[in-house]
């Protein structure tokens, strides 16, 4: 019987040697913590989801609410719309300004003249 080898399988190579195996345990620790941080990932993103329709779903019952009230003439559409963007408008005046701290300011660039070969 004749048995065929690869010229690879011919050469007696010795195993792994410890900086590989130390790099292949290190490789293997990164893909477990690489597959723990994709399932949070999805986890977060399904708390979101949840988030996201439990939301409009309050948004919708408060535009009823409003509809309702503004058909029996209780509330004014034209003065609740103003006096919520007025509120609105509260909310985000301490976040732009905020932002405009820490925007760096620009220095002004001062023009060169143009220099001329002569």
């Known amino acids: 019987m004749l048995v065929v080898q690869p010229p690879s399988m011919r050469i007696d190579m ?8 130390h790099l292949l345990e290190r490789m293997t620790m990164l893909e477990n913590t690489l ?9 977060s993103l399904k708390l979101l989801l949840r988030q996201s329709e439990t939301t409009y779903s309050n948004h919708a019952l408060v535009k009823s609410l409003i509809e309702i009230l503004n058909e029996c003439g209780v509330v004014d559409n034209g003065q609740l719309e103003s006096k919520w963007r007025a509120e609105c408008q509260k909310l985000n005046e301490p976040a732009e300004k905020q932002d405009q701290n820490n925007r760096p300011t620009k220095s002004r660039k001062t023009k060169r003249k143009a220099a001329t070969g002569g």
């Open 14 to 21: 010795p195993g792994t040697t410890p900086h590989e195996e």
């Open 35 to 43: 597959a723990r941080l994709a399932e949070r990932l999805e986890q």
